[in-house]
């Protein structure tokens, strides 16, 4: 059954300028001075340090993008909480203004003899009960964004791709109905990006069309589309990945789609450009996160004892698509290394997320721990202008178990054999810079089945920084020119004693009021049929 197009009054907003976000950006921070969360970190220091940056004059988009996306305690107040969705994914397609602390809409294609990777972040610099009293409402909001991504042919690991320069911008952002969008990059002065658009005009297509100078001079101009061949399914339950006391993330995706990369380069002394034209498979997410204070003071009391001899870390994670076109299905496969721990070659790791999709049955939450995962090949590389060097899988051995198990004549359960495959990247150092600093691997490769030796598809390799230690605001301070003195507000840190006090004063105490209240209830309600009879 086609899905009918879910109207909304038109959401086209004049576009915000860089000194209104500022304004905005610097109100949000007196609303959360006046909302301190109780049993929590102070955010007073976080916002002290953020007035003073946001102040300056003249801010440009990344000084501003940079200082809207640094974690404020309490920053997520004011927000709607991250719940179960109620809507079906398509009617999510628009931004999702007043939910989300940070949103993005992911587009990688895997076109054979070329492939992309391109990320657009939404990043609100204003808390919602703010930019509604300064009139910035509706899907637009009052974001700033950034674009960040990079596409190349296939190469074997050790040649970087053409990597997209990690740009903030201001933007208008249209919308006329909950599954469409049209969104323009307002290009800063002076910038090496010249053109930056991302539009779906009709449900389920999406067009991203992009023109930057890198730093040799070269003119890259890219045209990719993609073009659903089935619905877009959630990738949890009603979209949670996960979701807990008004934070986590919604998360559904377009997993089989068609994809098309047309794509020009034009050297700094050359007459004419290089072309090409490609088409393959690609796939397309739409995600948003909510972080900051939990809302149940029990959980948070909980955290803060978790935290009490070290505190959070950086999360590390592999992401992985693969798509066996010979028996016309896909899987999502995600791990999540403990706190600290590096992703290393020769080791093997339990997934924490697993899906299948299928044309018939949609997605299959499966269990995690029927996929394993063995990192067979890395790289270690030192991106340009990082913290690095950083070493990045580039090969995983994976056994998927529990596929499609049956029962026999007799009625007697029948597992299936483990389904083997190895995923190989194969299209050169596949890098690109997050929003935070932090350097992912975003890149194609091939998928081949063990058990024939064959290609029968291909797949996507994602990973964060596999560095020793938490480097993250070290690159972060490299990117936005910040010195360590200034980030370190920012830094996580142990709970404070007075903190991990009250947290088990609270623990201990909320179990009595509660029964007090029962108690309470029950006496009321006796009394009341007392007075009655």
């Excluded at 809409?105 to 204003?126: D, R």
């Excluded at 049955?361 to 995690?368: A, H, N, Q, T, Y």
Aim: glycine content about 8%; aromatic content about 10%; charged content about 15%.
């Amino acid at each position: 059954m086609q899905h009918q197009q879910s109207p909304v009054p038109s959401h086209s907003t004049s576009i915000p300028t860089l000194a209104e976000l500022q304004h905005a950006f610097l109100a949000s921070l007196s609303y959360y001075e006046k909302h301190q969360a109780a049993l929590t970190r102070s955010s007073k220091k976080q916002i002290e340090t953020l007035r003073q940056l946001a102040s300056k004059p003249h801010l440009t988009a990344q000084q501003l993008g940079v200082l809207a996306g640094l974690p404020v305690t309490n920053g997520n107040k004011g927000f709607r909480p991250i719940e179960p969705s109620s809507e079906a994914p398509i009617d999510t397609t628009q931004l999702q203004y007043g939910q989300a602390t940070v949103e993005w809409y992911f587009l990688t294609g895997n076109c054979g003899s070329v492939a992309f990777t391109f990320i657009l972040f939404a990043i609100p610099c204003a808390t919602p009960p703010v930019a509604e009293q300064l009139g910035l409402t509706g899907p637009a909001g009052a974001y700033i964004y950034c674009l960040a991504g990079g596409y190349g042919p296939r190469a074997k690991p050790g040649t970087l791709w053409n990597v997209f320069p990690t740009t903030y911008l201001t933007g208008h952002y249209a919308s006329t109905s909950r599954s469409t969008f049209a969104w323009t990059g307002i290009v800063p002065p002076n910038s090496p990006v010249q053109q930056a658009s991302l539009t779906s005009s009709t449900m389920g297509q999406f067009n991203l069309q992009l023109s930057w100078v890198d730093a040799g001079q070269t003119q890259h101009t890219v045209n990719a589309t993609l073009h659903s061949r089935i619905p877009p399914t959630f990738n949890g339950p009603d979209g949670c990945v996960p979701c807990a006391s008004g934070l986590g993330t919604l998360y559904w995706s377009y997993t089989n789609m068609a994809s098309t990369l047309e794509w020009s380069q034009k050297a700094h002394e050359a007459k004419t450009p290089t072309s090409g034209t490609a088409s393959g498979s690609g796939w397309f997410d739409h995600q948003w996160l909510q972080a900051g204070v939990v809302r149940s003071l029990i959980l948070r009391s909980v955290l803060n004892l978790s935290r009490v001899s070290k505190p959070a870390s950086a999360l590390r994670w592999v992401w992985l698509n693969l798509r066996d076109e010979v028996r016309n299905e896909q899987f999502m496969v995600v791990i999540n290394p403990k706190a600290r721990e590096l992703i290393q070659v020769n080791h093997t790791y339990t997934s924490t997320s697993f899906n299948r999709y299928t044309d018939q049955k949609g997605v299959e939450l499966l269990k995690p721990k029927q996929a394993t995962l063995y990192v067979s090949a890395a790289r270690q590389i030192k991106p340009p202008g990082s913290s690095g060097p950083y070493t990045f899988p580039t090969q995983y051995y994976l056994t998927l178990t529990g596929l499609d198990s049956h029962t026999d004549q007799a009625n007697t359960h029948v597992p299936p054999p483990p389904r083997k495959y190895v995923l190989t990247a194969e299209f050169g150092d596949s890098l690109l810079r997050l929003p935070n600093g932090a350097w992912n691997w975003e890149g194609s490769g091939s998928l081949v089945d063990v058990s024939t030796g064959q290609q029968v598809g291909v797949g996507f390799l994602e990973s964060n920084q596999m560095a020793a230690g938490d480097t993250l605001f070290q690159d972060l301070q490299r990117m936005a020119g910040l010195s360590a003195a200034t980030l370190k507000p920012f830094k996580p840190v142990k709970t404070s004693a007075g903190t991990s006090i009250l947290s088990v004063l609270y623990l201990l105490v909320w179990p009595v009021l509660l029964g007090l209240l029962i108690g309470l209830v029950v006496w009321a309600v006796k009394a009341t049929k007392g007075k009655a009879n």
